[in-house]
């Protein structure tokens, strides 16, 4: 599956965004699916995943509250909407495709396939 990602951009503190991840080349309700980003300088870290169906959602307790990551599998789409942004939500946001049967994974490598990220900017 491929998988690209839009929607990044500058915000500035307190702002919203909403990134897009677009499959191609095998249905999206196939796995389950996660985001994560890596500030300049920093490793790259989970921010939130979701299962098949979109019925459990995951978060890292840094965004808990602010992200909420959904998917529509008929559009082959995910989705992170992201408010209240802070200058330390600034980093390149990566979506990637997990086939394993478990939802929820927050290491990188348990991931099969990823996109080639999208960078977020916020301004203080």
């Known amino acids: 599956v491929q998988l690209v990602e839009s929607g990044g951009g500058l915000v500035q503190a307190g702002g919203s965004l909403r990134l897009s991840c677009a499959a191609s080349?095998?249905?999206?309700?196939?796995?389950?699916m996660g985001w994560f980003r890596q500030a300049p300088g920093k490793e790259r870290e989970f921010v939130a995943a979701i299962s098949w169906t979109g019925g459990s959602t995951y978060y890292a307790d840094s965004v808990k509250g602010r992200f909420t990551v959904s998917r529509d599998n008929a559009k082959n789409t995910l989705y992170l909407q992201m408010n209240s942004l802070k200058p330390e939500d600034t980093a390149v946001y990566y979506c990637a495709a997990d086939s394993s049967v478990v939802a929820g994974h927050r290491r990188d490598y348990e991931y099969d396939y990823w996109g080639q990220g999208t960078l977020v900017t916020v301004s203080s």
């Open positions: 080349g095998h249905t999206l309700r196939s796995y389950a």
